[in-house]
């Protein structure tokens, strides 16, 4: 069950992380580029049906998973805990992820023009440093690589 966890775990990863390199990397300059924010709203309104949920099941099988690993759940807040610090690692990337996801949705997208592009491009960039955090930290858990 844990390795069918990991794989399910990567995909939904995959998604989300490379959805937002696609934004990054690809869409938003050329929004920036040709000042037009319609390419943004198109990704955005096609991207956020798959997006959101890989998120909110990354989660689910990141619990799933941590709490497979220890004895006590108590232990995933223990920061001298090895796991209970990845999940702390992950719960904190969440913590900033959260509100400036929902920033982005829910205040910038909407009112977004050519005006006000690169206000969204910071969060994208964001979200894409965030993503990659989430990442090196998953890394870590398995190969042991910053503790």
């Keep these: 069950m844990y390795i069918t966890l990991i794989v399910l775990h990567l995909i939904f990863a995959?998604?989300?992380?490379?959805?937002?390199?696609?934004?990054?990397?690809?869409?938003l300059p050329k929004a920036i580029k040709e000042k037009n924010s319609q390419f943004l709203l198109n990704f955005?309104?096609?991207y956020e049906k798959i997006g959101i949920p890989s998120l909110i099941l990354q989660i689910i099988t990141g619990v799933i998973m941590f709490s497979l690993k220890v004895e006590n759940f108590s232990l995933l807040f223990d920061w001298n805990n090895y796991y209970g610090r990845h999940f702390l690692l992950k719960i904190i990337l969440l913590l900033i992820l959260i509100p400036l996801?929902?920033?982005a949705r829910f205040r910038v997208i909407p009112n977004l023009t050519h005006d006000n592009l690169l206000l969204l491009g910071l969060h994208i960039f964001a979200?894409?440093?965030?993503?990659?955090?989430?990442?090196?930290?998953?890394?870590?858990l398995r190969f042991n690589l910053f503790y």
Aim: hydrophobic share 60%; charged share 5%.
């Design 14 to 27: 995959t998604i989300w992380i490379g959805g937002h390199l696609i934004l990054l990397i690809s869409i």
């Design 44 to 46: 955005e309104s096609i």
């Design 101 to 103: 996801a929902l920033h």
């Design 127 to 140: 979200v894409n440093l965030l993503s990659i955090g989430f990442l090196l930290v998953g890394v870590s």
